[in-house]
């Protein structure tokens, strides 16, 4: 069995890749991997284990159509995380976002169909619903993204969902809220935090800190895309959402207990453009019909992250100082 990972060398994908190799979920021991990564800002060759005899690492982009014809024959199944993921550079220029989002989910999924590839899983996210004042959603709630990425994304979904109903691409959709781990680039709102704070610096919190995002640790996220890829209906979207709901403030006061620093550290900044108040997923669907629970605790979870951070300085210093410019 050989999977094709796009993105692979992410914050996400590595996690699921070295998750893989490792050996950690049943049918897949044996597994071949192969990584396509273009290796922008955010990748990283490090994140994966090369030199692992099951793993293969190709350095190109999910857009190049050529590339994917060649690449794709052998291999069953693609898991596609490839993406622009940072919404505060999509406020910037949503350009690369359009590019490899959308365009390259359709180079992707046009080749998957070109080359018989069995099975499809689509990587994508809660911010494609916008925002929710109350409740939770559905998947069969409408999409109303706001930021120019999570529009992306929702294009990306429509486009996976028409490839199924089109073509017969066997290909499930997940849609999954915030995550927190290890291997996340320091532009992100927790290792940004936790990295300022190691080096002594201030934390930028976002106007008055109480949007709610949803917390989900990377491993829960990677077991609930294999269940999808492995149990998954076709055509369908699996919300994977963990119900552990925190305010940005909430969360930027964890990471200063747990460096041990006080809320003097905490400098409050114009809010970003359009910056969603709420989200919150029913993840009701994976759990019933494909037993997914996640298994992290998220204060264990946030606190193995930080300690994470502590012990990998040279990880995310070069890629700060770079997005530092
Ligand atoms: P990331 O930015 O850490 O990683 C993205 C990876 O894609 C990088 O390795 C990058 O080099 C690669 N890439 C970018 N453009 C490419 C291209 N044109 N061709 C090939 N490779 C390219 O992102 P992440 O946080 O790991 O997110 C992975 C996926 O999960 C994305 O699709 C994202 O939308 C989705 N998602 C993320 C979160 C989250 O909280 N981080 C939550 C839900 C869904």
């Not at 199944?77 to 505060?88: G, I, M, N, P």
């Not at 930080?306 to 210093?317: F, I, L, P, S």
Request: aromatic share 8%; glycine share 10%; net charge negative.
């Amino acid at each position: 069995m050989r999977i094709l990972v796009t993105g692979g060398a992410g914050f996400i994908g590595s996690h699921y890749v070295r998750s893989l190799l490792a050996g950690r979920y049943p049918g897949y021991e044996q597994a071949h991997v192969t990584v396509l990564d273009k290796l922008t800002y955010a990748g990283n060759k490090e994140n994966i284990p090369l030199g692992h005899p099951r793993l293969e690492l190709v350095v190109g982009d999910v857009c190049d159509r050529e590339l994917l014809l060649g690449l794709l024959p052998g291999h069953t199944a693609v898991v596609h995380f490839a993406a622009e993921s940072h919404v505060d550079r999509s406020l910037a220029s949503a350009s690369a976002f359009i590019r490899t989002n959308v365009q390259g989910t359709q180079v992707l999924l046009e080749a998957c169909l070109a080359t018989g590839v069995e099975r499809v899983v689509h990587v994508s996210t809660d911010e494609v619903y916008g925002t929710i004042e109350s409740g939770s959603w559905t998947e069969d709630w409408p999409l109303l993204p706001n930021s120019p990425y999570a529009a992306s994304k929702a294009a990306s979904d429509l486009i996976a969902r028409a490839f199924w109903r089109s073509h017969g691409l066997d290909l499930s959709i997940t849609r999954c809220s915030n995550n927190f781990g290890p291997h996340q680039h320091p532009e992100k709102l927790i290792p940004l935090f936790v990295t300022n704070l190691l080096e002594g610096e201030r934390v930028p919190l976002y106007g008055d800190g109480l949007n709610v995002r949803e917390w989900v640790h990377v491993d829960d996220h990677s077991r609930a895309i294999q269940l999808v890829l492995t149990r998954g209906r076709p055509g369908e979207v699996y919300n994977v959402g963990g119900g552990n709901e925190q305010t940005n403030l909430a969360v930027t006061e964890l990471l200063l207990e747990l460096v041990g620093a006080d809320r003097s550290r905490i400098v409050h900044v114009p809010d970003r453009k359009g910056h969603d108040p709420r989200y919150s997923l029913d993840e009701t669907k994976i759990r019933e019909e494909l037993g997914y629970a996640p298994e992290t605790d998220f204060a264990q979870g946030l606190a193995d992250t930080v300690a994470w951070y502590r012990d990998n300085v040279h990880w995310w210093k070069a890629s700060k100082e770079l997005s530092r410019g």
